[in-house]
């Protein structure tokens, strides 16, 4: 268990060094390759529907297939996305770089399901730390990501970023050797032949509609925010230098926390958790509506980074209470589908809404949100007190 949580940690690692990449380099290689403000974050959006499509397809596929031959297959396809959008940089297309974009959230959408592969090696005990180390992965790609763009993206005289995108193929071709060495056992007879429960069964669950919403209010506001951040930060003047900064310790407030946010779900519940999460997006939400500043950017984003870790790691731990094992592939693959779809919208509007009303509307729309994320999270906590709810587990 533990060389595979390892392995796959660093898989995670190097599929976000690519996304933080490309959250720090997307909408401004967008606002340069288009005059159009609506498709300047269309890139980004691509990604995520990219992610939206492979995510349930790939979790069955790799029911069929094994989780090694698909995760192969995914970094494949992030090869070829990176290089088109290295290619469509230094050409000047967007349509270019949008496809390369989408190639890359196809890529994504299989990556994501490093973190539930932990769970499937890791005893039932033990499935919330082996979540969150895989996530913790994350950390690396704080730092290596933004950086890595910042440092070639001059590589290539008079296409900026360009050089970075072809950074990645080194990115995606050493996740391959990793994947390569993990030890995960193939799907056995009775995953492959068997569906388990209709899927409405298991969707109307009530711990599968909390971990899902708890994931996706998370995950949507997170993105809403974090994709409109590099705008409003260049409408108030900031550089490039300081955008990357706000970007990296964002994404450190993302993934370092996951270093024990799975012993903090061990000892004072999954809900628990979810809950803090919530307070704390309300909490970077509070700082962005206060001021402009640099520290406001900064420290905004931190919260906004460790509210999503606690509400994601929570909704992913929560979820594997809502199947059995034939069961785990329809689920996961419905989740993630609602999920990415999600962030996908957020994504296209986040651009638009930044540029129509501004930073502050964009912030005041995720407040709703998350106050059903907290009535739905204390909703599950009191029918768990009156003791009628049960794990399938």
């Known amino acids: 268990m533990n060389r595979n949580v390892l392995l796959l940690s660093l898989c995670q690692a190097l599929m976000l060094t690519g996304t933080s990449l490309v959250l720090s380099t997307s909408a401004l290689v967008g606002a340069r390759l288009t005059d159009t403000p609506l498709f300047v974050t269309l890139p980004l959006t691509l990604q995520f529907i990219g992610v939206m499509i492979s995510s349930f397809s790939s979790s069955m596929l790799m029911k069929h297939i094994g989780r090694k031959a698909g995760f192969t297959g995914g970094l494949v396809l992030a090869i070829a996305g990176a290089a088109l959008c290295a290619g469509a940089v230094y050409g000047g297309s967007f ?41 913790a992965g994350g950390v690396l790609a704080a730092f290596i990501g933004p950086n890595l763009a910042n440092f070639t993206r001059n590589i290539l005289p008079g296409a900026e970023f360009s050089g970075s995108y072809l950074a990645l193929l080194g990115v995606y071709g050493l996740s391959i050797v990793l994947v390569s060495l993990t030890r995960i056992p193939p799907p056995g007879d009775i995953e ?96 962005n509506l206060h001021g402009v500043t640099y520290p406001h950017f900064l420290s ?71 106050a059903l994320a907290l009535a739905a999270t204390a909703w599950l906590s009191w029918r768990r007190r009156r003791g009628d709810l049960a794990s399938v587990r």
Not at 332 to 361: E, M
């Open 192 to 287: 492959r032949s068997s569906g388990g429960r209709p899927l409405s069964a298991i969707v109307s669950q009530p711990v599968f509609l909390v971990a899902v919403f708890g994931a996706l209010v998370g995950y949507g506001v997170m993105n809403l925010v974090m994709t409109a951040t590099p705008l409003a930060m260049a409408d108030c003047g900031f550089g490039f230098g300081p955008t990357s900064q706000v970007i990296q310790w964002h994404v450190v407030g993302m993934f370092l926390p996951s270093f024990f946010t799975g012993r903090l779900i061990e000892r004072f519940g999954v809900l628990t958790i979810m809950n803090t999460g919530c307070v704390l997006l309300l909490g970077c939400i509070a700082i």
């Open 300 to 370: 905004a984003l931190i919260l906004l980074g460790i509210g999503w870790n606690f509400l994601f790691i929570g909704g992913t731990t929560l979820l594997t209470e809502a199947y059995s094992g034939a069961e785990k592939a329809k689920t996961q693959g419905v989740n993630d589908f609602i999920v990415a779809s999600t962030v996908a919208c957020t994504a296209l509007s986040s651009g638009w809404l930044n540029h129509r009303f501004g930073w502050d509307v964009i912030n005041q729309v995720a407040i709703p949100a998350v």
């Open 95 to 135: 349509w270019g770089f949008a496809a390369g974009s989408l190639l890359l959230g196809m890529f994504n959408g299989v990556g994501q399901f490093y973190r539930f592969t932990a769970a499937e090696v890791a005893p039932p005990e033990r499935r919330a730390r082996a979540i969150s180390y895989v996530l």
